[in-house]
């Protein structure tokens, strides 16, 4: 073989990889998925961005995502509730404007639908700062006194359940699958976990976050996706349940109506 012959060859090999290289990534077979629907029938977006990446609060750097525990007594002790279920709020971020709309929407949903009340800080000593710092998604769990933020940078107001996800932290609930009962529902799959990523899939001690017997929900705006944390891109909570129910995990649609019996059975109120 001469050079010109090796140099065609050498050609060729490269333009075959080339093809392969730009095969079309979004042309997804139309298989059952191991995430219970046909991905040909589903938008890129839903599969990949809702799913496999997971949702914004789910990759940040904090406790279990987005959970800040430095002022709370490291989580070992219930959350403290808002009084009257009144929650004063500032916003102090710049918040473009289909965000701050999305925001206004997840306030305006935890007004109509729960018995909480976000209203407008006056003089208040303990209230919520909306910020949208570019540190992800972010707040701690509970009523902390004085002010405190609840912070939601760019993307992580691109679905109004994320900023309800972070609200609901800030008045006090935990991640629907690290309550104490979730070996009944799902499966972790922790060969699959990021190794420093294990400690955000401890269950939530029950002395620290009691659910008042509210069953579990897989479609819980609280609920994390089935691909968090995940190492390699394969599943990290299986559903022990109907294989139908891995749709509706991580969904950020918005609140549950388990979400909103949390709610009023938390604060005793209607
Ligand atoms: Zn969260």
């Known amino acids: 073989m001469n050079s010109l012959e090796k140099c065609l060859i050498l050609i060729i090999l490269l333009k075959v990889l080339c093809l392969v290289e730009s095969y079309p990534s979004n042309k997804i077979p139309c298989t059952k998925s191991d995430i219970g629907i046909k991905p040909c029938e589903a938008s890129r977006k839903i599969i990949l ?5 997971g949702n914004p609060e789910e990759r940040g750097p904090y406790f279990e995502g987005d959970i800040i525990r430095s002022r709370n007594k490291q989580l070992k002790k219930p959350p403290k509730l808002w ?31 729960t018995c909480l009340n976000l209203i407008p800080r006056t003089n208040q000593k303990d209230f919520i700062i909306f910020k949208s710092d570019p540190s992800s998604c972010w707040s701690s769990i509970g009523r902390i006194g004085g002010p405190q933020v609840v912070n939601l940078e760019s993307q992580c107001l691109k679905a109004v359940g994320t900023g309800i996800h972070e609200i609901f932290h800030s008045v006090g609930l935990y991640h629907e699958q690290n309550r104490i009962d979730r070996d009944d529902f799902v499966d972790i799959k922790t060969d699959n976990i990021l ?8 269950k939530t001690a029950e002395n620290v976050y009691n659910t008042n017997g509210v069953g579990y929900d897989y479609g819980s705006v609280m609920h994390y996706s089935p691909y968090s944390f995940s190492k390699n891109g394969k599943i990290t909570i299986e559903t022990k349940g109907n294989p139908n129910t891995k749709r509706i995990m991580g969904q950020r649609a918005g609140m549950s109506q388990n979400d909103i ?9 209607q």
Not at 88 to 93: D, F, T, V
Not at 195 to 202: A, D, G, I, W
């Open 195 to 202: 190794n420093s990523k294990l400690v955000n899939f401890q």
């Open 49 to 53: 961005g809702m799913n496999r990446r």
């Open 83 to 113: 009084i009257n279920g009144i929650v004063p709020y500032e916003i102090s971020g710049t918040f473009p404007p289909t965000n701050k709309k999305t925001l206004m929407t997840a306030i305006e949903e935890v007004n109509s639908k």
């Open 261 to 269: 019996e949390k709610i009023k059975r938390m604060y005793n109120c």
